[in-house]
């Protein structure tokens, strides 16, 4: 069963920066490209960033450009997302997925998993 794990959300003030975390099982991690998606309340879900599945190449939406950091660690099975400055319009549910590839966006399995709420608001 293909499970995916997002966590490290929370309540945060506006300027400030959390780390994400995305963990996955019932699939080979390592073959796939990873993208990080968000969906705010009454929204449809958008991309915002994106890693190769080596971990080398990243990727980012105009969401929150220059804002975002993504890395992999291979040893872990781990993708972070770290976003700093963090703005109200932020706010949001963001869920991790594999994807075909980062150019395509498109997930690979019909499974999102619960997602992690980040809330900025002062």
């Known amino acids: 069963e293909v499970q995916l794990q997002a966590s490290g959300g929370g309540l945060v003030q506006p300027g400030g920066s959390l780390r994400l975390s995305c963990a996955g099982s019932g699939f080979a991690f390592d073959d796939y490209a990873i993208a990080w998606f968000r969906q705010a309340p009454g929204k449809d879900r958008k991309w915002v960033s994106c890693i190769s599945h080596s971990g080398e190449d990243p990727y980012y939406s105009d969401l929150a450009k220059g804002r975002l950091t993504i890395s992999k660690d291979t040893n872990e099975n781990t993708v972070y997302l770290q976003i700093y400055s963090l703005q109200p319009d932020d706010t949001a549910v963001y869920y991790c997925?594999?994807?075909?590839?980062?150019?395509?966006?498109?997930?690979?399995?019909?499974?999102w998993g619960q997602g992690t709420q980040v809330t900025v608001s002062s």
């Open positions: 997925a594999p994807v075909v590839s980062c150019w395509s966006q498109i997930p690979v399995f019909d499974s």
